[in-house]
Nanobody, 121 residues
Framework: QVQLVESGGGLVQPGGSLRLSCVASGSDFNFNTMGWYRQAPGRERELVAGVTRGGGTNYADSVKGRFTISRDNAKNMVYLQMNSVKPEDTAVYYC???????????????WGQGTQVTVSS
């Protein structure tokens, strides 16, 4: 039983900043990679940024230099700092986490409910 809850979405003007937060919870679950995906109308869900337990990061080319992902392992939280946002960043943003239950050979992928980010003047 793993739950991910996002917050921080909303309306922001082009060039502005926004910070998304996600808290993950789950008994006896080891979280490995956490990250953010987004889905705009008429488009497939795409990876925005990911961060490993050890702090390694990767970003979509479209957000490199503008967005920063970070995590707090002790709190099982992941953040996305969005700077210099553009209208094309408008999408529903989803928190993601994978990992495994202690004592299990199976891995699991978990998703939050999503938070809307709208970039508009």
């Amino acid at each position: 039983q793993v739950q991910l809850v996002e917050s921080g979405g909303g309306l922001v003007q082009p060039g502005g900043s926004l910070r998304l937060s996600c808290v993950a919870s789950g008994s006896d679950f080891n979280f490995n990679t956490m990250g953010w995906y987004r889905q705009a109308p008429g488009r497939e869900r795409e990876l925005v940024a990911g961060v490993t337990r050890g702090g390694g990061t990767n970003y979509a080319d479209s957000v490199k230099g503008r967005f920063t992902i970070s995590r707090d392992n002790a709190k099982n939280m992941v953040y996305l700092q969005m700077n210099s946002v553009k209208p094309e960043d408008t999408a529903v943003y989803y928190c993601y986490a994978n990992g495994f239950y202690w004592g299990s050979d199976a891995s699991y992928e978990n998703w939050g409910q999503g938070t809307q980010v709208t970039v508009s003047s």
